[in-house]
């Protein structure tokens, strides 16, 4: 932690902790009225770490409300703690322990949740692993992270052959015999009662998308329950609602919405693979409040038949929470046009985590927009040679500062940090109110004759056509103009497009230099498990 050591400094501190306490109270979370339990769950966070804690909070404030539901069923926030304290008590007896890494490589249900909070209450580490990796980038991350154990579904078996760890299936798609040990027989053949407090909490380890390469390992530091203001304060989740958790718990929006959810005491509905109207239907069954999504998941969601959508009753969403990549100004829209104003458009990165936040005002004023910074959170842009840019419309890197954010990779290498504020990776401009918009990715420039090209425009611009789903725009070599722009386009389904086109809409649109001279036409782009794109397989 960086202690203020200005007079400056210390009066921005404090006035960020009256915030984050003021919202804090807003949405439920200061139990001022009961000092004691106010402690205890200070306590139990100090013990557990942040998931374990806020179930264990949520189990002594009411033992009869639903924590998790999934395809199984539902599960109260006590059984999650019984449980999840028998398998820790298993866990313990076969040598987990603290600082162990636990690797996960699970789709989103009861059994991920239980193996996150057994080892939180070990003081262990719980590696996060992609349900999208191949067979290479999995043993090849295993190995470096020094996996001593791996909680897996069966699915992924054949996955996990070359990796050398103790192995516990967390989700069986089979009956009879398994030969390694099952979660739920763990959990049942051993007593519930709690395991003596780990000498420091459980962590996480978050790995990068590996869209460049291979997946790095991104600790996430231990973190104050003021943190959770982060989140908060522009995003208005309350104390006992419903959240349908779309996104993956393996990826940052998933983990830190279901933390959240728990903290608050409310229900979290998950799904093992995501299908479209399948979320509308738990949308409307269980009354959910917040939809948590990557973009492409809500891409699918507005593209459903007008006459599905229909079916379901979704008015109680007061919240669309979208991350994990960027969201078009099109898709925003559309979305805004069928549910509400409720979509919240969050920026942050598995490194920096949150950086700002869009609420649905901000969306109405600068489509497209990513928002303010919350309260705890600071944005600054900084040109190429370290100098700050305060100006608005004038592109620079952005640097991110939060208490959420990591300390360096597990490989020792770190992002460049400048006036204690971390690289994102990301280049954007702030308007004249003040709100963010990124324009891309600081390795994804296009330097065309001179010029330089950012393909988030290209991209959002195409996909404003009725008749393009999705496009994606990378540099090619060119020898009179250094690169090139290509775009790949996905057709809407009995759309006749063409290359020429393409090409002159975008010069319509846009500056000659930005017009792709080359135009592919795919069926679908290639995306990881979150929905981003893989451009390096455009290449």
Not at 265 to 293: I, M, N, Q, W, Y
Request: aromatic share 6%; proline share 6%.
């Amino acid at each position: 932690m960086r202690y203020p050591t200005t007079v400056s400094e210390l009066v921005t501190k404090v006035t960020d902790t009256a915030r984050s306490v003021g919202v804090l109270w807003q949405a439920g979370l200061v139990p001022f009225p009961r000092l004691d339990e106010g402690l205890r769950s200070l306590v139990a966070v100090r013990k557990f770490g942040p998931f374990a804690g806020a179930n264990h909070i949520s189990a002594r404030r009411d033992p009869q409300a639903v924590g998790l539901v999934d395809e199984l069923g539902p599960l109260t926030f006590k059984q999650l703690d019984d449980r999840s304290n028998a398998l820790a008590r298993a866990w313990s007896e076969r040598g987990i322990g603290a600082d162990t890494v636990v690797a996960a490589l699970c789709r989103d249900h009861r059994g991920l949740v239980l193996a996150t909070l057994a080892t939180g209450k070990l003081g262990a580490r719980l590696l996060l692993m992609n349900t999208g990796f191949a067979k290479p980038q999995l043993t090849d991350v295993a190995n470096r992270e020094k996996v001593k154990a791996l909680v897996y579904d069966e699915e992924f078996t054949e996955l996990l052959s070359e990796v050398d760890a103790d192995r516990y299936l967390a989700w069986t798609d089979s009956t009879g015999e398994h030969d390694v040990p099952v979660l739920d027989e763990l959990i049942t053949s051993t007593d519930d009662r709690p395991l003596p407090s780990p000498p420091k909490p459980g962590g996480f380890v978050l790995l990068t998308s590996g869209t460049t390469g291979t997946p790095k390992g991104a600790p996430r530091p231990s973190v104050s329950a003021l943190d959770s203001a982060q989140l908060l304060d522009r995003i208005p989740l309350r104390v006992g609602e419903s959240t349908f958790l779309a996104a993956p718990m393996f990826h940052a929006t998933g983990l830190s919405q279901s933390i959240l959810s728990f903290a608050l005491g409310s229900k979290v509905v998950l799904r093992r693979k995501f299908d479209p109207e399948a979320t509308l239907r738990g949308v409307a069954e269980h009354r959910c409040t917040a939809l948590v999504v990557v973009p492409t998941m809500l891409q699918r969601i507005v593209d459903l038949d007008p006459e599905i959508i229909a079916k379901y009753d979704t008015s109680s969403l007061r919240i669309i929470f979208v991350a994990g990549s960027a969201l078009s100004p099109d898709l925003g829209n559309r979305a805004t046009k069928l549910f509400g104003d409720v979509v919240h458009n969050l920026y942050g990165s598995t490194e920096v985590a949150v950086a700002t936040v869009a609420t649905p005002e901000d969306w109405r004023q600068a489509p497209g927009t990513v928002g303010r910074a919350p309260v705890g959170c600071k944005v600054v842009l900084y040109d190429d040679q370290g100098r700050r840019i305060t100006e608005p419309g004038v592109t620079g890197r952005v640097f991110v500062g939060s208490g959420l954010s990591f300390t360096g990779y597990t490989d020792g290498r770190h992002k460049e940090v400048i006036d204690g504020l971390l690289s994102s990776g990301d280049v954007g401009h702030f308007d004249e109110n003040g709100l963010l918009f990124i324009d891309g990715r600081d390795d994804e420039m296009i330097v065309s004759g001179g010029e330089n090209v950012f393909p988030i425009e290209v991209e959002n611009l195409l996909v404003e056509r009725e008749d393009v789903i999705e496009a994606a725009v990378i540099g090619v070599d060119d020898e009179e103009f250094g690169q090139r722009l290509k775009a790949f386009v996905v057709p809407a389904e009995g759309a006749d497009l063409g290359e020429e086109e393409i090409r002159s809409y975008v010069k319509a649109n846009l500056a000659r230099y930005k017009v792709p001279r080359d135009v592919e036409f795919l069926d679908e782009l290639p995306r990881n498990a979150t929905g981003k794109v893989l451009r390096s397989q455009l290449r």
